[in-house]
């Protein structure tokens, strides 16, 4: 069992930036693939960001690319450094773990994903 607990939403002004958190209790923690998903009212939770165990490797959605950036470091956690935001970056934004083989594929899926965390909100005002 891994237990996600998110961190650092708000509400901000077009153009703000915000920094997510993502903290996990596991004790190996290196062996988990990360992601970050956002869900909207009324629309299907959508794929944002993704790095790899050990941080070999990080995606992103194109509708984020070069404003979103995601890291992690050795001590459970994983960030989403958000830039530039706009107002349809308006959503709940879930913290996710997937582990079991080291496979090269598939991180913008959310079936994917065996653990999630419970959300952080971010609102984006025009």
């Known amino acids: 069992q891994v237990q996600l607990v998110e961190s650092g939403g708000g509400l901000v002004q077009t153009g703000g930036s915000l920094s997510l958190s993502c903290a996990a209790s596991t004790h190996t923690f290196s062996n988990y693939d990360m992601g970050w998903f956002r869900q909207a009212p009324g629309r299907e939770r959508e794929f944002v960001a993704a790095i790899t165990r050990f941080g070999r490797n990080t995606y992103s959605s194109d509708s984020v690319k070069g404003r979103f950036g995601i890291s992690r470091n050795y001590n459970n956690k994983v960030y989403l450094q958000i830039d530039n935001l706009r107002p349809e970056d308006t959503a709940v934004y879930y913290c996710?773990?997937?582990?079991?083989?080291?496979?090269?594929?598939?991180?913008?899926?959310?079936?994917?994903?065996?653990?999630w965390g419970q959300g952080t909100q971010v609102s984006v005002s025009s």
């Open positions: 996710a773990a997937r582990g079991g083989p080291d496979e090269d594929y598939g991180y913008s899926i959310a079936g994917e994903y065996s653990y």
